[in-house]
């Protein structure tokens, strides 16, 4: 492929790599959200049908690129399907950079692709069926963290993490 846009993940995982549970995420904690939406918005999506079709799911205003084997099941004309990986970056080959939304199957698919890592560590173990996948923080710089403590609409602390990946050692 020609150009290919950056690629940058976004999540929040809990301290034992929880992302979610029963296609929900698995805590409530707006001032996560709305960080959230805001490192976002007007970008393109790539996501899984499930998180896409997930209750909770975030959806882009701009573009949405879904995962999907069933394309056909979806009426959406506002929203691109692909049936691979492959297709999706063709699709959006012309993007300079593109946040991948989940979930797991996706994350873990695309996180040796990725140049930033928007990830939120929530400070909690939770139980929980998807997770974000290992990765070696030895292969990324922190470049900024932001501290949310407990409060009265956050049952759980959090950080608000970014991480670059290390350039290459020449
Ligand atoms: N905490 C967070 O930041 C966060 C963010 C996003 C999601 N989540 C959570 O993650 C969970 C969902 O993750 P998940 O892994 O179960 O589902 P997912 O990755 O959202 O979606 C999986 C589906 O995507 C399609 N797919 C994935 N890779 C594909 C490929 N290479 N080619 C074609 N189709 C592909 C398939 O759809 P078809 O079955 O239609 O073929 C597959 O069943 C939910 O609990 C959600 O709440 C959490």
Redesign the pocket.
């Known amino acids: 492929m020609d150009n290919q846009p950056k690629l940058y993940l976004i999540?929040?995982?809990s301290e034992n790599h929880v992302?979610?549970?029963e296609?929900?995420?698995p805590w409530h904690l707006p001032d996560e959200w709305k960080h959230f939406k805001k490192v976002t918005n007007g970008k393109p999506f790539l996501?899984?049908?499930?998180?896409y079709d997930?209750p909770d799911a975030l959806h882009s205003t701009y573009r949405n690129v879904i995962?999907?084997?069933?394309p056909e099941t979806y009426p959406n004309p506002e929203t691109q399907f692909a049936?691979?990986?492959h297709t999706a970056m063709a699709l959006l080959r012309e993007e300079n950079e593109v946040f991948v939304?989940?979930?797991?199957?996706?994350f873990v698919?695309t996180l040796p692709l990725a140049e930033k890592l928007f990830l939120t560590i929530v400070h909690a173990e939770v139980e929980g069926d998807?997770y974000f996948p290992e990765f070696d923080l030895k292969d990324w710089d922190l470049i900024s963290s932001e501290f949310h403590g407990i409060d009265e609409d956050h049952k759980h602390a959090f950080s608000m993490n970014l991480y670059v990946r290390k350039k290459p050692e020449i």
């Open positions: 999540a929040a995982m992302i979610g549970k296609n929900h995420l996501m899984g049908r499930k998180s997930a995962l999907t084997e069933h049936t691979d990986l939304l989940g979930g797991a199957s996706v698919q998807a």
